[in-house]
């Protein structure tokens, strides 16, 4: 089993940045896929980036490309997600998922087994 704590959500205005992580227990994860995926109100679930097990392969959400960063740090069991110029449709709770596949990036909540609780991002304009 893997544990996912994700952490630093919060408020932020508009053009702003903040630094998601997600850290890891119960299984290192340096042979895990992951991912950040977020939810708004009223909305399914969508993918924002993902990266594969080796950090070879990431992928991004074509609205947070050129703006959000995925990366891992195995060292310290943790993923990262560096939001900047954050706008207000960013805004939702932000969950990272994890997954033991070791092929290419894995971009569908399905394909993920495990998931961290979630943690609020709110965009003022």
């Known amino acids: 089993q893997v544990q996912l704590v994700e952490s630093g959500g919060g408020l932020v205005q508009a053009g702003g940045s903040l630094r998601l992580s997600c850290v890891a227990s119960g299984r290192i994860i340096n042979t895990y896929a992951m991912g950040w995926f977020r939810q708004a109100p009223g909305k399914e679930r969508e993918v924002v980036a993902a990266i594969t097990w080796s950090g070879s392969g990431t992928y991004y959400g074509d609205s947070v490309k050129g703006r959000f960063t995925i990366s891992r740090d195995n060292a310290k069991n943790t993923v990262y997600l560096q939001m900047n110029s954050l706008k207000p449709e960013d805004t939702a709770v932000y969950y990272c998922?994890?997954?033991?596949?070791?092929?290419?990036?894995?971009?569908?909540?399905?394909?993920?087994?495990?998931w961290g609780q979630g943690t609020q991002v709110f965009v003022s304009s």
């Open positions: 998922a994890a997954d033991s596949w070791r092929g290419a990036v894995l971009r569908s909540p399905h394909q993920y087994d495990y």
